[in-house]
């Protein structure tokens, strides 16, 4: 028998935690066909993978790629990690539905994540219908925060009856085009604005479908053992998936909490609830700039809030917040060199450098300094805020209920999308929490690490054919070398691929990453939730 593609001699992890056996892996028509010892199966294509590991495609849970996956189809910065899967649309932002009259919004809401991306008026449908030939597969999820924007504006109160059918109605039409399920950005305006009733009537109909809820919480520092339990309830009145994404106990008052709220996560799944967090391997976390600022001063939109800001009342107003609560879902930071501008559309001559730094050059208060600065990038720019402490870092990497998920955009050296300083995290997610806290530090086993990359992940998914290395399932396969594999993109030079020279990627059973070099490939596919709630690309056996 001839196979497409024989990976030979590699430590092979299949992704449910158990660990790597010698073994070889056969590849036919975008399948897995074989796996076992010494094949001796004859191929178009053998790869060594002697002294390598051989794992499926990581998945990352959480990204924000569809802001640039359409421009960056090649999504290089992911691919060089081993991501072969990325779920969109998260923290309540996805770029549909677009209602005709409501793109301008969308695009200025947008602005500070998306600045390069087009919009139009698009259904759900028509975006998974329409979504570019990308190297990774994608799932995508419809935003709250987006659907608010579509059925109410910014408006700052509880829906009226109609606005909510309006809300309902078109996440329906979401997820019975194949979204994945609903995302939630309640960190911010107009997400924020909704109490735990309307999330609760949109979680019904996301059961409805067998769909998921995906929730960037409430409040992720001072408030953040009270928002978990929000996204416990959902789960516990719904019974449906909830993941917990990016998680994280920010500012430095609220650090050391990590094992406790990983703890009531324990209590619920023991309980028979469906609920996972997920978390980056960083102290950094990234934001628009805008969203560190107490809500009140971004309502009404972004026009109405640069010209609030322009007002020294307002900005004293801030000043005391500030100090008193520290930044809005980020907690108090130890100083403003901890917040660091990344990406800046209007000003770029300025990124990298902290709002401490700036302030000083200019001679000025930091929070006048990011006032001004805000005015001037018409309130586009973003920011990393270093908030999160390295004990609860590894608290996370270490626990069975948090899965890794970047957080990241698929990005790259070239184009458009190379553009600012990204957070690391979107070029070195996957081999940091390999390369440093598992080969390094020895800070959990690498079968386990894997785990929570893959199998673990494909689980919370439903996905039906990914994140296992069983036979049958899609090809989608990372090949690195352990010892080697680290990443490399640092908040100074964010912009560098990950070490490794002889990472090979799969996608679909099509050679992406080929010895560290991108080949072109776009095998990737749009994954939907299917009627039985079993989420991919081919429609579900009959038998499942
Ligand atoms: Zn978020």
Not at 213 to 219: A, I, P, V
Not at 306 to 327: K, M, N, Y
Not at 415 to 440: A, D, E, I, K
Not at 451 to 474: E, P, S, Y
């Amino acid at each position: 028998m001839r196979c497409d593609i024989l990976i030979q001699g590699g430590t092979v992890y299949d992704g449910t935690g158990a660990p790597g056996i010698q073994a070889d892996v056969a590849i036919t028509q975008g399948h897995l066909t074989a796996i076992g010892p010494s094949l001796g199966l004859s191929a178009h294509r053998v790869i060594d993978a002697r002294g390598l590991v051989v794992a499926p495609g990581f998945i990352d849970i959480k990204t924000h790629s569809d802001f640039t996956l359409p421009i960056n189809p090649k999504a290089e910065s992911k691919l060089r990690q081993g991501v072969t899967t990325e779920i969109i649309g998260h923290c309540g932002f996805s770029v549909a539905p677009c209602l005709p009259d409501k793109v301008k919004l969308l695009a200025d809401y947008l602005n500070p994540s998306a600045p390069w991306l087009p919009f139009r008026e698009m259904g759900f449908g028509e975006y998974l219908d329409s979504f570019p030939a990308t190297s990774v597969n994608a799932g995508m999820l419809v935003g709250h925060n987006t659907l608010r924007l579509m059925a109410m504006g910014m408006a700052q109160r509880a829906p009226t009856e109609a606005e909510m059918a309006h809300m309902l109605a078109l996440l329906q039409e979401g997820l019975q085009a194949g979204a994945l399920g609903l995302s939630s950005g309640l960190f911010t305006s107009p997400g924020a604005y909704a109490q735990a009733d309307e999330m609760l009537q949109l979680a019904r109909l996301v059961e409805q479908h067998h769909g998921a809820y995906f929730t960037h919480l409430r409040d992720e520092s001072n408030g953040v053992m009270a928002a978990l339990q929000e996204a416990i309830d959902i789960a516990r009145a719904c019974r449906i998936h909830v993941q917990v994404v990016h998680f994280k106990c920010s500012g430095v008052d609220n650090w050391g909490q990590t094992a406790r709220a990983l703890e009531q996560l324990q209590v619920a799944r023991d309980a028979g609830m469906d609920i996972d967090c997920d978390a980056y391997p960083y102290t950094a976390g990234s934001n628009p700039l805008k969203n560190i600022l107490p809500q009140w001063v971004q309502a009404g939109g972004v026009d109405a809030m640069l010209e609030r800001l322009a007002d020294p009342a307002t900005r004293e107003r801030i000043r005391h917040e500030v100090e008193r609560d520290g930044l809005n879902n980020w907690g108090r930071i130890a100083s403003w060199d901890d917040v660091r501008i990344s990406i800046t559309p209007h000003q770029p001559q300025h990124a990298g450098k902290t709002i401490a730094g700036l302030a000083q050059e200019r001679g000025m208060d930091p929070v006048d300094t990011l006032c001004d600065y805000l005015r001037a990038d018409r309130g586009a720019t973003r920011v990393l805020i270093t908030s999160i402490s390295e004990d609860d870092v590894r608290e996370l990497i270490r626990s069975p209920a948090a899965l890794i998920g970047s957080d990241g955009n698929c990005v790259s050296h070239e184009g458009v999308v190379s553009q600012g300083m990204p957070h690391p995290r979107f070029y070195g997610t996957f081999p940091r929490v390999l390369g440093r806290y598992v080969h390094r530090e020895q800070v959990t086993t690498l079968a386990h690490a894997i785990f929570k990359m893959t199998g673990a992940t494909a689980r919370a998914l439903r996905l039906r054919d990914r994140g296992l290395l069983r036979v049958g399932m899609c090809a989608d396969v990372t090949i690195f070398e352990p010892d080697v594999f680290l990443d490399l993109s640092t908040y100074q030079d964010p912009h560098r691929y990950p070490a490794g020279q002889r990472t090979t990627v799969l996608v679909n059973g099509v050679v992406v990453i080929d010895h560290a070099q991108h080949t072109g490939a776009l095998p990737g596919r749009v994954l939907r939730r299917s009627a039985d709630g079993s989420v991919g690309f081919t429609e579900p056996a009959k038998n499942l």
